[in-house]
């Protein structure tokens, strides 16, 4: 499998809510995770990332993306994805009773590669702005 159809299944697995049961098989173990923004300041780990993604999915059970672009480079190991998340706080296990108010958040995911398996991945994502969006901020 090329790192362009491996980033394909884990970003689907992540985004649909799989947790880290779904995503470790295109992962390496102990793969980490950045991303500068407060909403994940804690995560570290691609794990950490998958989990809270599936988490997500909790308060706001009608999450999904809408992929805007997706490009590899292989020079450099590296496949990167942009899309929208949409969906409304309907459900529970937000910070508390369910919002109602809907969410529309640009975010990108740059996965770099090591021996065909995404070793790190970094997100690119303006929290502050979704928080907003669903009342939590």
């Known amino acids: 499998m090329n790192i362009e159809q491996t980033a394909r299944d884990f970003f689907e697995a992540c985004e649909t ?10 992962c390496h173990d102990g793969a980490s995770f950045a991303c500068q923004a407060d909403a994940l300041a804690g995560v570290t780990t691609l794990a ?14 009608d999450g999904r993306y809408d992929l805007t672009a997706f490009a590899t480079d292989a020079g450099r190991g590296t496949v990167v994805a942009s899309a929208v998340f949409h969906g409304t706080q309907t459900g529970t296990g937000g910070p508390g009773a369910p919002t109602g108010k809907s969410v529309a958040s640009d975010y990108v995911y740059v996965m770099r590669f090591d021996g065909g398996r995404i070793a790190h991945m970094t997100k690119i994502w303006n929290d502050s702005q979704a928080l907003r969006q669903l009342g939590w901020a």
Not at 17 to 26: Q, R
Not at 48 to 61: D, H, N, V
Request: net charge neutral; proline share 8%.
């Open 48 to 61: 950490g990332y998958a989990e809270w993604m599936k988490g997500l999915l909790g308060p706001i059970p």
């Open 17 to 26: 809510g799989g947790g880290w049961e779904a995503c470790k098989g295109y």
